[in-house]
Antibody, heavy 121, light 108 residues
Framework: QVLLQESGPGLLRPSQTLSLTCAVS??????????WSWIRQEPGKGLEWIGY???????YRNPSLKSRLIVSVDSSRNQFYLKLSSVTAADTAVYYC?????????????WGPGILVTVSS | EIVLTQSPAILPMSPGERATLSCRASQSIGNYLAWYQQKPGQAPKLLIYDASNRATGVPARFSGSGSGTDFTLTISSLEPEDFAVYYC??????????FGQGTRLDIK
């Protein structure tokens, strides 16, 4: 059973850097041949795909966030990470980590429960 | 960027009724469309991928159809647990992928 769990701060001040961790169990990031993604959802709104990382370290970032976003992986810990710099109130959202299906790229078959991140002064 | 437009935004239905949800793409995406169900306080759950394939463990009352720009999610007979928000998502341009804005299925 593949499980994902997000962790990180729940409250940030504007201009700070958001750092989130996704811990994966039941699958090995280094051998699963999956892409591991971050997706966010503003309160009461729809879903926005942020970006992915592959175990090799290759990444793709949503162009709308690319200049502020770093996605990284630590295969030895079976974790991957998100860093989003210069946050504003517009970055307030529930952040999910998710696994893309290894057999159908681009669909998300396992999700973490999500973590609410609030940006407020 | 491909824009997915879902309709209606809110769909009031009663248990036992047949529900039809629509998703329209701003350009052709072949059959590269997925549907997710999201309940309050939970992460989305994959229901359908590539327009008509049910994900593992999804009940047969959920079915998907369509290709090109017009897609439909049908729930043949609504159960109480089906009242939730449903999102469509395209992977035709992966990466990136995009989601629709959602349809909320409400109990009438």
């Amino acid at each position: 059973q593949v499980l994902l769990q997000e962790s990180g701060p729940g409250l940030l001040r504007p201009s700070q850097t958001l750092s989130l961790t996704c811990a994966v169990s039941g699958a090995s990031i280094s051998s699963d041949e999956s892409y591991w993604s971050w997706i966010r959802q503003e309160p009461g709104k729809g879903l926005e795909w942020i970006g992915y990382i592959y175990y090799s370290g290759s990444t793709y970032r949503n162009p709308s966030l690319k200049s502020r976003l770093i996605v990284s992986v630590d295969s030895s810990r079976n974790q991957f990470y998100l860093k989003l710099s210069s946050v504003t109130a517009a970055d307030t959202a529930v952040y999910y980590c998710a696994r893309e299906s290894p057999s159908v790229t681009g669909i998300f078959d396992h999700w973490g429960p999500g973590i609410l991140v609030t940006v407020s002064s | 960027e491909i824009v997915l437009t879902q309709s209606p935004a809110i769909l009031p239905m009663s248990p036992g009724e047949r529900a039809t949800l629509s998703c329209r793409a701003s350009q052709s995406i072949g059959n590269y469309l997925a549907w997710y169900q999201q309940k309050p306080g939970q992460a989305p759950k994959l229901l359908i991928y590539d327009a008509s394939n049910r994900a593992t463990g999804v009940p047969a009352r959920f079915s998907g159809s369509g290709s090109g720009t017009d897609f439909t999610l049908t729930i043949s007979s609504l159960e109480p647990e089906d009242f939730a928000v449903y999102y469509c998502q395209q992977r035709s341009t992966w990466p990136p992928v995009t989601f629709g804005q959602g349809t909320r299925l409400d109990i009438k």
